[in-house]
């Protein structure tokens, strides 16, 4: 089941994209181009770029890495490309972030939380009881299947552990090392909150803002 986006909710599920780290890199140059519509279309099509095997699958995929490309600036873009591959695994999870409130809620509500007390094992229990808690506010969410909300926990399990947020074997959180150009850029950008969304501590953070010019 793919639930449609609601106007009246802000919540659109997961069930239709992981985090697809390879495949959003071979198609970013089609998103930056000024002809990007047609060239997607034309990528769903031939698939010369995504090679993914699921015309469907390809359809999805580019709908949802438009909304990824679209929720940050382009210059983002411009920028991410000159990053190490931990620096842009951690740049599209920021845009993951800034384009899905269900996983901004999962992460800042469960998570975060997670990460600054004593236990940091996470678990689809943990972000399930989040969509009891998300559920009871939004109709539209409540509405959504047993079978969809636990696609979309692990979905969002799934993105961690490709951003480097969640151990494979443990399920501990892990914090995110990036160079110190990477981790700039964001406190320069006034975002500032996705260093501690990467779990840095408040040290870590000063130490880099005392490298800024």
């Known amino acids: 089941m793919i639930c449609m986006p609601n106007n009246k909710s802000p919540y659109i599920s997961l069930t239709g994209c992981t985090f697809l780290y390879y495949e959003f890199k071979r198609i970013l140059p089609v998103l930056m181009s000024a002809d990007a519509e047609r060239l997607l279309k034309e990528e769903v099509e031939n698939n ?5 095997n699921s015309r469907t699958s390809r359809q999805r995929f ?3 890495f438009r909304r990824r490309y679209a929720a ?34 999962f992460h800042v509500n469960v998570s975060m939380k997670k990460w600054n007390s004593i236990d940091h094992k996470l678990t689809t229990d943990d ?4 969509f009891n808690e998300i559920s009871a506010h939004d109709e539209y969410v409540d509405g959504w299947s047993a ?8 979905s969002y399990l799934t993105i961690l552990r490709q951003t480097g947020l969640l151990q494979e074997k443990s399920d501990e959180l892990s914090s995110v090392k990036l160079s ?15 260093l501690e969304a990467c779990f840095l501590y408040p040290y870590e953070i000063n130490e880099i803002k005392s490298h800024l010019p």
């Open 180 to 194: 110190l150009e990477e981790a700039a850029y964001y406190i320069r950008m006034g975002e500032e909150w996705f």
């Open 127 to 130: 972000i399930q009881m989040e």
């Open 48 to 52: 010369q770029i995504l090679q993914v």
């Open 62 to 64: 580019a709908a949802e």
């Open 147 to 154: 079978a969809t909300k636990k696609k979309c926990a692990g």
């Open 72 to 105: 940050v600036p382009p210059h983002f873009w411009n920028e991410w490309q000159h990053w190490s591959e931990a620096g842009q695994r951690t740049g599209l999870f920021y845009a993951i972030l800034k384009a899905y409130k269900l996983v901004f809620d």
